[in-house]
């Protein structure tokens, strides 16, 4: 026997299964959790860096596109924007957040972060900037890897001594919007001191202030640079060792990105080993961990690699100790 059915018994029943499939996807595919990720780093600069926090997420069990969503902000070493990116994050629905970079403190100490899980990564002293009440314990919505970049600046002025001990005039490449500047001018003034040098401080945080900042240097016939730490100068990075190189000027940088892009030698902390620790946190607290309870993770892997391409162009001879302490060595 044939069953007739009309058009509207139809439209009904095909309406009545059709309200019931989000249901069951829904009861199937729980929703998916979306982190932000606030830098002060552009999109180049901090690629390398996103491989490592995401290899840390992995290893976690979150991987991008699969059953995570990562909503990105570049400051591009605008360092002034990141409280207004902040806020524009907060207000989507995020279960956390990664912030980086030089201008990651006043966004951590404001109350635009009060609502959500924080993971920082930062060269400046999280507990000396107000980010946290401890190391062991940091309370609150926040915790996060401290990888001592501003403080290696004294040390990365000894290296330098020793691969050009002829210099005396040492140039000193700072940013002046960085926020843990002044200590950086004051451990660096104090190793200069010891070591009998004569630092120049050099103020950039524009591309073309950075032009200019190459010309006083050769001006005053400075014998090297030192490059401080900085995000924003990691943005320029191409800009500022092709400048080194068209001066002759001997520079010792923060990280191993600015050796391996033509630079003289760099000095650091291993960022990738911090973000993939801050991926681990991120991923311990999608799964319930509170920040509170996470200590700040710091850094134990210092990394220093020397360009010998570029030694023998400026005719230097790299003391055999100090080879010899190298993690990499480029030929």
Avoid at 71 to 79: D, L, N, P, S, V
Avoid at 112 to 129: A, C, K, M, Q, S
């Amino acid at each position: 026997m044939t069953v007739t059915i009309g058009r509207r018994e139809l439209l009904a029943a095909l309406g009545g299964a059709a309200a019931a499939w989000p249901l069951a996807a829904r009861a199937q595919q729980p929703a998916m959790p979306v982190i932000g990720s606030l830098t002060g780093h552009s999109r180049i600069s901090f690629a390398a860096y996103l491989s490592a926090f995401q290899r840390g997420l992995a290893d976690m069990g979150f991987v991008e596109g699969r059953n995570l969503a990562i909503e990105y902000r570049f400051a591009q070493g605008r360092y002034d924007r990141m409280p207004e990116m902040a806020a524009d994050l907060v207000r989507r629905p995020i279960a956390a957040m990664l912030v980086t970079g030089g201008g990651a403190q006043p966004v951590l100490t404001s109350r635009v972060l009060t609502t959500i899980p924080v993971v920082f990564v930062t060269g400046t002293d999280p507990v000396r900037g107000g980010i946290v009440q401890s190391l062991n314990r940091p309370g609150g919505n926040v915790t996060g890897v401290y990888q001592f970049a501003a403080a290696m600046d004294a040390k990365r002025l000894g290296m330098l001594r020793e691969i050009v001990p002829s210099a005396r005039d040492i140039g000193v490449l700072v940013n002046p919007t960085y926020a843990d500047v002044e200590t950086q001018l004051k451990e660096v003034g104090q190793a200069a001191s010891t070591l009998g040098l004569a630092p120049h401080v050099l103020r950039a945080s524009t591309e073309g202030e950075i032009d200019a900042a190459f010309g006083a240097i050769a001006s005053m016939r400075a014998g090297a640079l030192l490059v401080c730490a900085d995000p924003f100068f990691n943005t320029r990075r191409s800009q500022i060792v092709a400048l080194a190189a068209r001066h002759a000027i001997p520079a010792i940088y923060e990280q191993r990105e600015f050796a391996e892009a033509g630079g003289l030698m760099s000095y650091g902390a291993s960022f990738r080993q911090a973000y993939a620790q801050a991926g681990t946190y991120t991923g311990r607290i999608l799964k319930g961990e509170k920040p509170a309870d996470l200590p700040i993770a710091q850094t134990t892997k210092f990394e220093l690699v020397i360009n010998l391409v570029v030694a023998k162009a400026f005719r230097l001879d790299i003391p055999s100790h100090v080879l010899a302490l190298a993690d990499e060595v480029i030929e």
